[in-house]
């Protein structure tokens, strides 16, 4: 079982930046691969970014060159720098870990892109 918290959600000024934590209940050696998804009212849930355990990561269209995917192993966390911050990219943010056999959920931190 792997427990994530998600933080660093809110309400930001396009053009503005915030950063996500996610934070992992297991040893990041125990997951394979860690990653953010949104969904916004009325859409599907989109994969924005992830982060393999070696490293290798993969970001949507959407956010390249905007957004950074990292992780500290020691601290069993991931993080999504969100720079240049859009209307649309207004969602919920989730953080998903994916683990043999399974993957796991956050509940999610609202992020607010204001025009």
């Known amino acids: 079982q792997v427990q994530l918290v998600e933080s660093g959600g809110g309400l930001v000024q396009a053009g503005g930046s915030l950063r996500l934590s996610c934070a992992a209940s297991k040893s990041m050696s125990s997951i394979r691969t860690m990653g953010w998804y949104r969904q916004a009212p009325g859409k599907q849930r989109e994969m924005v970014a992830f982060i393999s355990s070696g490293g290798s990561t993969n970001y949507a269209d959407s956010v390249k060159g905007r957004f950074t995917i990292s992780k500290d192993n020691a601290k069993n966390t991931v993080y999504l720098q969100m720079n240049s911050l859009k209307p649309e990219d207004t969602a919920v943010y989730l953080c998903?870990?994916?683990?043999?056999?399974?993957?796991?959920w956050g509940q999610g931190t609202q992020v607010t892109v204001s025009s």
């Open positions: 998903n870990a994916v683990v043999p056999f399974r993957d796991y």
